[in-house]
């Protein structure tokens, strides 16, 4: 019986480990994919990247 409770405690913080991975994913889904669009643009247009490394 404590061997069924531990595989099923892992069961469970395996699928919340992977719905948070999903939910996390779902949220900045957006924010990156404008990202990468905008990083396409400029090198579409033939633009450049400012690249400040006294930050």
């Known amino acids: ?6 595989e099923l405690n892992l069961t469970v913080i395996t699928l ?3 719905a948070a991975v999903i939910g996390f994913f ?5 924010n990156i994919q404008n990202s990468i669009n ?3 643009e400029n090198i579409s247009s033939g633009g450049y990247i400012v690249v400040d490394y006294n930050r």
């Open 1 to 6: 019986m404590k061997a069924a409770t531990g």
């Open 16 to 18: 919340i480990a992977i």
């Open 26 to 30: 779902w949220i900045m889904w957006p």
């Open 38 to 40: 905008s990083q396409w």
